[in-house]
């Protein structure tokens, strides 16, 4: 019986954390300046998210441990037993008028998350239209995990009939009730015994992947601006652990390298607005994983594979208020699209299709920022020090197998 639990437990719990590892990211406003040659730029920026729902393949919003909100019936509990106690129970049932496909109790869980990241970017002027910048993020993650189960009164019945004198069942029905009453020791028992840990609480913290990018400005003149940025992000994140159910991942332990475009227009009254499009191709690697199946989870192994995660298509369109005096306002809108990861080599079919699933995602964002800068002040020759803070917000209008989360950002952009 408990053999069914586990696996429902735990094909809930990964395909909530399997996304999880996308709650961090965040589309800046993008625009097309560069430092001028030989001074340098520090920004720290920090990013801050909650999560506790995902969103489905239709768009629809489900809470995070969703699939873990099953009903256990008698078919699935004679299905999880051996063959001769299967038969047992099944005639059991149908000497005493019980249907296979009624209700024992209903399994109640609940998945929270929550993700800091502090990134510091460091970034000089090459020339005076070329910058070269380096971040390297660092992560602060936690999430909360808790699964309960409730029998119904169809679990007290049939109890109550085990434990009749007549029927000859009396161990029989000390050992249900004990399963049924320890639905949680019994799930983690049967993770660790297959070489996971224990579902419950988990925080980390530790640097994400590294992104190296290199911006040129191609045009600049009084009525647009252009500017192409390309790059790499390198695997230096912790990866997703496999023996690990609810962890979050600090990177996604490949190699992406990554060209965008962008175009200011600039606008009357210290107005400009900008659009941009970058393309992240990610570059196949090995990855070692549970060769799971949508029918089992638990009593897999491990093995490594090829991996090639999904290649990443963003898009973005701001409006930008800037005046003299240093303050800063905008509104944005982005898309996110990532195309589904691909598995293969040492897998079979059932496994692929496992893998695969819930990894082609989208989502579409409204963005906010209101700040403040002494950088025009600095050059009008009217402050001592350049430097400028913001704060971004981040609404996520819909998406698709993505965790629904919005971002608060706050930056402090430091010139030397």
Same mark, same amino acid.
């Given at each position: 019986?408990?053999?069914?639990?586990?696996?429902?437990?735990?094909?809930?719990?990964?395909?909530?954390?399997?996304?999880?590892?996308?709650?961090?990211? %965040?589309? *800046?406003? @993008?625009?097309? &300046?560069? =430092?001028?040659?030989? #001074?340098?730029? +520090?920004?720290?920026?920090?990013?801050?998210?909650?999560?506790?729902?995902?969103?489905?393949?239709?768009?629809?919003?489900?809470?995070?441990?969703?699939?873990?909100?099953?009903?256990?019936?008698?078919?699935?509990?004679?299905?999880?037993?051996?063959?001769?106690?299967?038969?047992?129970?099944?005639?059991?049932?149908?000497?005493?008028?019980?249907?296979?496909?009624?209700?024992?109790?209903?399994?109640?869980?609940?998945?929270?998350?929550?993700?800091?990241?502090?990134?510091?970017?460091?970034?000089?002027?090459?020339?005076?239209?070329?910058?070269?910048?380096?971040?390297?993020?660092?992560?602060?993650?936690?999430?909360?995990?808790?699964?309960?189960?409730?029998?119904?009164?169809?679990?007290?019945?049939?109890?109550?009939?085990?434990?009749?004198?007549?029927?000859?069942?009396? %161990?029989? *029905?000390? @050992?249900?009730? &004990?399963? =049924?009453?320890?639905? #949680?020791?019994? +799930?983690?028992?049967?993770?660790?015994?297959?070489?996971?840990?224990?579902?419950?609480?988990?925080?980390?913290?530790?640097?994400?992947?590294?992104?190296?990018?290199?911006?040129?400005?191609?045009?600049?003149?009084?009525?647009?601006?252009?500017?192409?940025?390309?790059?790499?992000?390198?695997?230096?994140?912790?990866?997703?652990?496999?023996?690990?159910?609810?962890?979050?991942?600090?990177?996604?332990?490949?190699?992406?390298?990554?060209?965008?475009?962008?175009?200011?227009?600039?606008?009357?009254?210290?107005?400009?607005?900008?659009?941009?499009?970058?393309?992240?191709?990610?570059?196949?690697?090995?990855?070692?994983?549970?060769?799971?199946?949508?029918?089992?989870?638990?009593?897999?192994?491990?093995?490594?594979?090829?991996?090639?995660?999904?290649?990443?298509?963003?898009?973005?369109?701001?409006?930008?208020?800037?005046?003299?005096?240093?303050?800063?306002?905008?509104?944005?809108?982005?898309?996110?699209?990532?195309?589904?990861?691909?598995?293969?080599?040492?897998?079979?079919?059932?496994?692929?299709?496992?893998?695969?699933?819930?990894?082609?995602?989208?989502?579409?964002?409204?963005?906010?920022?209101?700040?403040?800068?002494?950088?025009?002040?600095?050059?009008?020759?009217?402050?001592?020090?350049?430097?400028?803070?913001?704060?971004?917000?981040?609404?996520?209008?819909?998406?698709?197998?993505?965790?629904?989360?919005?971002?608060?950002?706050?930056?402090?952009?430091?010139?030397?």
């Amino acid at each position: 019986m408990m053999a069914t639990q586990v696996r429902g437990a735990v094909k809930g719990t990964l395909a909530a954390v399997m996304i999880v590892g996308y709650a961090s990211n %965040a589309m *800046a406003f @993008e625009d097309t &300046r560069v =430092l001028p040659k030989g #001074v340098r730029n +520090l920004t720290i920026r920090t990013i801050n998210t909650n999560f506790d729902t995902i969103s489905g393949p239709a768009g629809e919003t489900k809470p995070l441990a969703h699939l873990l909100f099953k009903e256990l019936t008698f078919k699935q509990m004679a299905n999880a037993e051996d063959a001769l106690k299967g038969r047992q129970l099944r005639g059991f049932l149908l000497q005493n008028g019980i249907t296979e496909s009624e209700s024992v109790g209903k399994f109640s869980a609940d998945i929270k998350g929550r993700v800091t990241v502090t990134a510091p970017i460091a970034a000089i002027g090459i020339t005076e239209n070329m910058t070269l910048a380096v971040a390297s993020p660092i992560y602060n993650a936690s999430t909360s995990a808790s699964v309960g189960f409730t029998p119904n009164n169809n679990a007290n019945k049939i109890l109550g009939l085990l434990a009749r004198p007549e029927t000859n069942q009396i %161990a029989n *029905a000390r @050992e249900a009730a &004990r399963k =049924l009453n320890d639905a #949680v020791g019994q +799930l983690n028992k049967k993770l660790t015994d297959n070489g996971f840990q224990a579902l419950s609480d988990w925080h980390g913290q530790g640097f994400g992947d590294t992104t190296i990018a290199l911006k040129y400005r191609g045009i600049d003149n009084s009525r647009m601006g252009l500017a192409t940025t390309t790059g790499v992000v390198a695997p230096t994140g912790r990866k997703k652990d496999p023996n690990i159910l609810n962890d979050v991942p600090f990177g996604e332990g490949v190699w992406a390298p990554f060209a965008q475009v962008a175009v200011d227009q600039k606008l009357p009254q210290q107005f400009y607005t900008n659009q941009y499009v970058k393309y992240t191709e990610s570059l196949p690697t090995q990855r070692t994983v549970r060769a799971i199946t949508n029918e089992e989870r638990v009593e897999v192994p491990l093995v490594t594979v090829d991996y090639n995660m999904g290649n990443r298509f963003d898009v973005g369109t701001s409006l930008r208020y800037t005046p003299n005096y240093g303050l800063l306002a905008g509104v944005g809108y982005t898309y996110l699209r990532k195309f589904g990861d691909v598995y293969s080599g040492n897998l079979n079919a059932a496994n692929i299709g496992a893998m695969q699933q819930w990894t082609d995602q989208q989502a579409h964002n409204a963005e906010f920022l209101i700040g403040y800068s002494t950088v025009p002040l600095y050059q009008a020759g009217r402050a001592a020090i350049p430097f400028s803070i913001n704060v971004a917000y981040t609404k996520q209008l819909a998406s698709r197998n993505l965790p629904i989360s919005d971002l608060a950002q706050f930056n402090v952009d430091l010139f030397f």
